[in-house]
């Protein structure tokens, strides 16, 4: 048995009845890291050492009857995410040598859970980007064809877990960077609500939009880890009180589905188009019901979230200037000069893209024309959605407007970059719960490569999303790539 | 097509040193994704309020109070600066 591809809940069970242990499940990763993480380049640090320390403990905690749903489950976190002791790079020059000295509020819970940091997966630099190719360390390989790119942000993450590096791995989704690679590398990816889990530690992006979920084989993996990772936290002021317990129904029938229609126009693959219809047929005959409907101002999204994004990046990264932390240049200077030649030198072209575009919309003369203009729009588009869900409980749209693209392909113009965000940013701006789950495989040169379908659902409706999600699953049966 | 001037500018308020050839590329690029942005004067926004909030929370509050924060992490957070007791050394600003 290869321990390390086994599902979350299959890892629970061996682990409860003694036939398998953390130290044995741990182990089976790390060779799998190392014999295929040289043709992936998803991991940026390991944490062996202190992982095997972790595994032992975990061992003694289960030897002793302890039960957790996490308890011995080895998992990687996106680079994005400080860890005590453990280097937190954003895959940025500026932070090559940052070491945090606290734990996001994410990584304590889960080593509270039992679970095992493994340790830190590959990113776009501080999470711009949809393919890992911003990142200062190199781009990350897609396991289902190595020509590929696993997606982004959470490319990292995303290729780790289709590679069975690890039983789950932590993502964070501003604009569809936990659902776009998911649906790259053919895993499960969850965007939770808003607000539903702490980003205390997680270094911040586009505040209003910013999430922390995670990355899994199953949709049942992906609501354990939610439940453990959810919930309030005084350090994150827009966290929400309230059980986050999913109770997983099998049975969805009455379930209004909606399609609206901007989402399935010619743009969309062809290929992508059926698997999506197969998708709706699926849930169809689990016993939801088709709503057709529209969501009118979705053609605004990209261009409203990339107005926002930067506008928050170009605040978010002015703490980057190499007076606390981070890269510093020597030689003489003012103050002023120091801080342009840190940020000028530390920070890779896309990010300097990026706060230049916030630094522009943000500026006096233009700031009504273009930030409170797109907020504006962002109105408009929670609007619809609001709507919308009167009519349905969730929503059935493409993840990606096409499969997986080649290293190197998009990275020379950014706004085609851009536009592959295309299904992803309006569910983020109105901070929905949104999940990615692969529905099929499409040949490209000779390769199969999978198809995401994604679902979207109402602020305080995980429960059904995910219940749906899982039934639509259960008829998918995804073979897994057994990457070797 | 935003000019070298324009460009400059933005650099300046983002404190950022660009090249030369980063000054050039980034005044096309970024003309470029603006004129795709403009898709947003399409929209009729005069009935409605901008966004400022996603979510299900107003205001949160909570009492000011100061909680000890450990030695060891106060002198980890600045690993890489240069420090003086507990002062942080930096360039001259004038």
Redesign the interface.
């Known amino acids: 048995m290869e321990a390390n591809r086994l599902t979350i809940s299959e890892a629970r069970r061996l682990l409860d009845s003694g036939e398998l242990t953390a130290t044995k499940l741990l182990e089976a990763c790390l060779a799998q890291i190392e014999k295929a993480d040289k043709r992936l380049r998803a991991v940026l640090t390991l944490n062996e050492a202190a992982a095997r320390l972790a595994a032992s403990r975990a061992d003694e905690r289960l030897a002793a009857g302890e039960k957790g749903s996490l308890l011995g489950i080895p998992y990687l976190a996106k680079d994005n995410l400080l860890t005590k002791g453990l280097r937190t790079t954003a895959s940025s020059k500026i932070l090559e040598?940052?070491?945090?000295?606290?734990n996001a509020t994410v990584i304590n819970k889960l080593d509270e859970a039992g679970a095992i940091l493994l340790g830190k997966t590959n990113l776009d630099e501080f999470a711009h980007g949809c393919s890992t190719e911003t990142s200062a360390f190199g781009p990350t390989h897609n396991p289902w064809d190595l020509s590929r790119v696993p997606g982004g942000s959470s490319g990292g993450s995303a290729a780790a877990v289709a590679a069975d590096f690890c039983l789950f791995a932590l993502g964070s989704d501003t604009g569809g960077s936990i659902r776009q690679p998911a649906a790259f590398c053919g895993v499960v990816g969850f965007k939770p609500?808003?607000?539903a889990v702490s980003r205390f530690g997680l270094i911040s992006m586009t505040s209003?939009?910013d999430v922390i979920g995670p990355i899994t084989k199953t949709v049942k993996d992906a609501a354990l880890v939610y439940e453990v990772i959810a919930g309030a936290d005084?350090k994150d002021?827009?966290t929400?009180p309230g059980a986050r317990e999913i109770g997983l129904k099998e049975d969805i029938s009455g379930l209004r589905v909606g399609l609206p229609k901007e989402y399935y126009d010619d743009s969309l693959n062809p290929q992508i188009a059926a698997s999506l219809e197969q998708a709706k047929n699926w849930l169809l005959a689990a016993g939801a019901v088709p709503v057709e409907l529209s969501l009118p101002?979705t053609?605004?999204a990209?261009?409203?979230y990339?107005?926002i994004t930067p506008s928050e990046i170009?605040s978010n990264l002015?703490r980057f200037?190499g007076?606390?932390?981070?890269?510093?240049s020597e030689g003489s200077?003012?103050?002023?000069?120091?801080?342009?030649?840190n940020?000028?030198?530390g920070?890779g072209?896309e990010a300097?893209?990026r706060?230049?575009?916030g630094?522009?919309s943000l500026?006096s003369g233009y700031y009504e024309a273009?930030y409170?203009?797109?907020?504006?729009?962002?109105?408009?588009i929670?609007?619809d959605f609001a709507d919308a869900f009167l009519e349905c409980d969730i929503l059935l749209v493409p993840t990606q407007p096409h499969p997986a693209f080649k290293l190197g392909e998009k990275n020379t113009d950014?706004?085609s970059m851009?536009l592959e965000d295309i299904y992803l940013t309006a569910p983020s701006?109105?901070?929905l719960p949104a999940i990615s789950i692969p529905v099929g495989l499409m040949e490209k040169d000779g390769v199969d490569l999978p198809i995401g379908a994604q679902l979207i659902a109402s602020?305080?409706n995980e429960g059904n999303l995910l219940s749906a999600a899982q039934a639509l699953e259960a008829r998918v049966a995804f073979m897994p790539l057994k990457f070797a | 097509m935003l000019d070298t001037k324009e460009v400059k500018h933005i650099a300046d308020l983002a404190r950022l040193e660009l090249s030369a050839a980063e000054e050039k590329n980034y005044g096309t690029q970024l003309a470029a994704i603006l004129d795709y942005i403009d898709l947003l004067n399409e929209a009729d926004t005069s009935s409605v309020a901008p966004t400022i909030q996603v979510g299900q929370l107003s205001n949160v509050w909570r009492s000011d109070e100061a909680v000890s924060w450990p030695e060891d992490e106060i002198e980890m957070s600045l690993n890489s600066s240069e420090l003086e007791g507990r002062q942080i050394k930096v360039k001259r600003v004038l």
């Open positions: 040598k940052y070491v945090a000295p606290y609500a808003y607000g209003s939009t005084t002021a827009n929400y101002n053609k605004y990209i261009p409203a990339y107005v170009s002015a200037d007076v606390a932390w981070g890269y510093r200077g003012d103050l002023d000069h120091f801080y342009k030649k940020r000028g030198f920070f072209p300097k893209r706060i230049m575009l630094t522009f500026s273009y409170k203009k797109a907020q504006a729009v962002r109105t408009l929670n609007r950014p706004l851009y701006l109105a901070g602020l305080s």
